[in-house]
């Protein structure tokens, strides 16, 4: 069974840092691109963070350009993300999502695999 599972979310006050990881198993995930999506109340799911198969290229939401960093370890099959200057507007459940073929895209449909989400709160 192929499985994307995260971690490392929680409550952290307005400046502080999380980072969070996502652990894959079932099929090894390297050449895939991966993403980090978040969905906040009542908003859409929007991609923060993506960075593609060969671990080269990576992608930015504005909103978080400068503040969090996308990596991955394709040998522990695992995927991160690093938020630092954590806003209350970052509060949401974040999403990581893999999808076969290593291009980033910010549509949720192209994504082949999802984690079931780890909630964000960040508190003023």
């Known amino acids: 069974q192929v499985q994307l599972a995260e971690s490392g979310g929680g409550l952290v006050q307005a400046g502080g840092s999380l980072r969070l990881s996502c652990e894959g198993s079932g099929r090894t995930f390297s050449s895939d691109a991966m993403g980090w999506f978040r969905q906040g109340p009542g908003k859409e799911r929007e991609l923060v963070g993506g960075?593609?198969?060969?671990?080269?290229?990576?992608y930015y939401a504005d909103s978080v350009k400068g503040r969090f960093t996308i990596s991955r370890d394709n040998a522990k099959n695992k995927v991160y993300l690093k938020m630092n200057s954590l806003k209350p507007d970052d509060t949401a459940v974040y999403y990581c999502?893999?999808?076969?073929?290593?291009?980033?895209?910010?549509?949720?449909?192209?994504?082949?695999?999802w984690g079931q989400g780890t909630q964000v709160t960040v508190s003023t």
């Open positions: 999502a893999a999808r076969q073929g290593g291009t980033i895209y910010s549509s949720t449909n192209r994504y082949n695999y």
């Open positions: 960075i593609a198969g060969t671990g080269v290229i990576t």
